[in-house]
């Protein structure tokens, strides 16, 4: 088929128009701002509320999940999944503080007040609902392996790491798991800082969650891979004060309404999702 000069033109300025709509589109906020419900007084509900801001701790380098892009503001799904929950809140997302919290630092920043939630790729286990409570899950990881390109020593599971350094995070779930396949651990405080000492062979792999794990390999094309084999279950929750029961609800009502609405879906297509599968989202714990 020949087309002329101008249908070619107008084509190309509609491909150009589309092109803007969807780049719109997936900046756009896919949840709406609501109308804040009437929370009962003295509630951490209407406190937010009454403020119209909130705080929330996420990782800040970790691609998929909470990565800061250039303006220093969060992006990812832990980060959609924050704004989610302002949102219900009556809370802009432009009046979140976002603040930075490692793997170790999550309880405190919460037993302390500096956070209102923690979302950051958080998993639920007794011991830290010791110190906090826990809304979600929202999403089951597994820990895995990260690996040189090629996979050059032929690790394939977590049992073929007797002997071999492997790198993780102090105060994850990540570190206490592994323990049990190598004593030869380089603990640093951000799974980003543990890519360096792979790339220079100073340890052969490094532990994590298979998501967090994905978006490392994802930012840094060709260079890893993940063994794909996970040894563990990590369901993340939404870290908050220990025994505020009624926000704990109030977070795990806005998860299942999101959940049933379509929105969690929405949600991880637009950040995890263009890298991962989306599953089914798992089923919330209201202990
Ligand atoms: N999900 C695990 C944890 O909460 C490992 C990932 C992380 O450290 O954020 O400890």
Redesign the pocket.
């Known amino acids: 088929m020949r087309l002329s000069k101008g249908f070619v033109a107008v084509a190309a300025a509609a491909a150009v128009v589309l092109g803007l709509t969807a780049c719109t589109d997936s900046s756009a906020p896919a949840v709406d701002v609501e109308t804040p419900a009437d929370f009962a007084e003295g509630s951490t509900m209407a406190r937010l509320a009454d403020a119209g801001e909130i705080t929330i701790g996420t ?1 800040f380098d ?1 691609p998929l999940f909470g990565l800061a892009n250039p303006d220093g503001v969060p992006e990812g799904f832990d980060a959609e999944i924050g704004k989610l929950v302002a949102a219900k809140l009556g809370i802009e997302a432009d009046k979140i503080t976002w603040v930075e919290t ?2 170790a630092n ?1 309880e405190p920043f919460i037993q302390n007040g500096q956070v209102d939630l923690v979302i ?4 639920i ?1 007794d011991d ?1 609902k010791k110190v906090v409570s826990f809304a979600g899950p929202y999403y089951t ?1 597994g ?1 895995d392996l990260l690996v040189l390109d090629g996979n050059p020593e032929g690790i394939e599971s977590a049992d073929d790491l007797a002997g071999k350094k492997v790198c993780t ?1 102090s ?5 206490k798991n592994v323990a049990e396949y190598t004593t030869d651990i380089l603990a640093t405080d951000t ?1 980003s800082n543990c890519l360096e000492p792979l790339r220079t062979g100073a340890v052969s792999a490094v532990t ?2 298979n998501v ?1 794990l994905a978006g490392l390999a994802d930012q840094n094309e060709g260079e890893f891979e993940v063994v794909g084999e996970t040894f563990t279950e ?1 369901p ?1 929750g939404i870290g908050l004060a220990l025994d505020d029961t009624d926000f704990r609800m109030f977070v795990n009502d806005t998860l299942q309404d999101a959940e049933d609405d379509g929105t969690w879906d929405e949600l991880w297509e637009k950040t995890a999702g263009k890298v991962l599968d989306t599953p089914t989202p798992p089923t919330i714990d209201r202990y």
Not at 120 to 123: N, S
């Open positions: 990782k970790q490692v793997s999550r950051a790729t958080y998993t286990n830290r990881a820990q995070v105060g994850s779930t990540s570190e799974y994590t969650d967090i990590e993340y």
